[in-house]
């Protein structure tokens, strides 16, 4: 009998001592299991039949959903309103088994709803939500296709459509006709508020030349070339414009934008609230990206002494947060990683009233944090992509003298078991 939730989407059930993980189920059903791998203290398993199904249970409507096919899903089976209640107990069990926070104050979940269903029933953006995929490119049928991981992590499963993706993508991917035996990817990229669209073929090869393959494209979309870093533009400019709260952004190739461009909306509203800026303070905005907070903050913070602080690595990144930040005389930005940003500024005693932080999956660590700690914010909003790496970060912000206010979790990612969550900490 299962009865609790994993941080990586299995269900968890208890057999002669031995914690068991099984994906593929709900917490509260009754199943028979196989299990495919044991150690001391638990095993996982492999979900054999449902004995008494959850009421939560629903038809994947996905024929490459399941445990020998795609991973990019592993909810499908559950219904969405179950699985915001999941996500949300996910969030609170990392931040108090990781965290060692005994009560964190961990706010419900914010799930997305879509704008064009406004006056009706709420209709959850469930499906058809993602702004981009990234495909590989495998020989199937004496032709070459898209193809996504399968569930095992360890090999590839070809594909013809994806139904998280929008309309604008899953239409151009159906469009696909992938002749090149150089190509090993391809990314399709779409403005869920604008007429933008791009592909980009990745290739093993060189991009050698001013001139690329001849490509043929009937709808309208920018394509590019990439191998490695390197972007060539085969048709159009190589980047494309999304909105997020009345504000455009440009995007390129390898600049990293939130997959659900209403939940980017809702990570940066979620950020404004808990920064609650009054005008003329001073923000650190470190792992700025494109400038989603980084320029709302900007706006938010305007007054006289109002200052906001970029820190970036990513050279695309870089360059389009530049273009969104147009005019805006109280926004900088330092190019660089954060470890050798944040010592320049504190060399010339460098404080800040508030600072936010969107790390890498792997977290900012306990030397970042240090630094961070060094400017004397009153508010540290971190951002967090995994649960995980907040709650290991938890703990070094508790030593720093941070005290978790509220963490809120935001569900970008339907049929998955990821989730965003927005934490404020306060001094």
């Known amino acids: 009998t299962l009865d609790g939730i994993a941080h990586g989407g299995e269900a968890i059930g208890r057999h002669i001592g031995k914690t068991i993980f099984v994906p593929y189920a709900i917490p509260g059903e009754r199943v028979r299991i196989e299990l495919v791998e044991e150690r001391d203290r638990w095993a996982r398993a492999r979900l054999v039949e449902v004995l008494e199904a959850s009421p939560n249970r629903v038809s ?32 609170a069990d990392q931040l108090r088994r990781l965290g060692h926070l ?57 594909v013809d459509f994806c139904l998280l993706v929008n309309d604008r993508i899953d239409q151009l991917h159906a469009a696909l006709d992938l002749t090149l035996p150089e190509i090993t990817g391809v990314t399709i990229r779409a403005g869920m508020t604008t007429d933008d ?24 979309a ?13 048709i159009g400019q190589p980047q494309l ?17 939130p997959p659900n461009t209403e939940g980017a909306a809702a990570l940066v509203d979620a950020v ?36 906001v602080i970029g820190m970036e690595s990513n050279e695309a990144a870089c360059e389009d947060f530049a273009a969104n930040a147009g005019a805006r005389e109280n926004i900088e930005l330092h190019e660089g990683s954060v470890e050798q940003i944040l010592p320049a500024l504190l060399s010339v005693d460098q ?29 540290l909003i971190y951002v967090a992509s995994d649960p995980a790496t907040l709650a290991r970060d938890a703990v070094h912000l508790a030593a720093l003298g941070f005290r978790l206010v509220e963490a809120q979790p935001i569900d970008l990612q339907p049929q998955t078991f990821r989730v965003d969550t927005v934490a404020l900490w306060q001094r």
């Open 241 to 257: 414009t999304d909105e997020a709260r009345g504000i455009v952004y440009r995007i390129s190739p390898n600049s990293y934008f």
């Open 272 to 307: 404004l609230a808990h920064a609650a800026l009054q005008g003329g303070e001073v923000v650190v905005d470190a792992y700025c990206g494109v400038g989603l907070f980084a320029i709302p903050l900007a706006d938010a913070a305007a007054g006289a002494g109002a200052r």
């Open 222 to 234: 920018a394509v590019a070339l990439r191998s490695g870093k390197a972007v060539k533009p085969i």
């Open 351 to 379: 404080r800040a009233d508030v600072v936010v932080l969107d790390p890498p999956h792997t977290g900012a660590g306990s030397d970042v944090l240090r630094l961070l700690a060094e400017l004397r914010p009153s508010r």
């Open 102 to 158: 005994p009560q964190p104050n961990v706010a419900d979940i914010i799930a997305l709803a879509d704008p064009a269903a406004e006056g009706e029933a709420v209709r959850f953006l469930d499906y058809g939500y993602r702004n981009r995929i990234d495909f590989a490119v495998v020989p199937a049928e004496n032709e070459m296709k898209t193809a996504l991981r399968r569930a095992d992590g360890r090999s590839l499963i070809p």
């Open 60 to 91: 994947p409507p996905c024929p490459y959903f399941g445990a020998d096919k795609c991973g990019g899903c592993q909810w499908q089976h559950i219904a969405y309103e179950r699985q915001a209640e999941l996500k949300q107990e996910i969030v």
């Open 197 to 220: 669209a791009l592909v980009v073929f990745d290739t093993a090869g060189e991009l050698e030349g001013e001139s690329g393959p001849e490509i043929e494209i009937d709808l309208p």
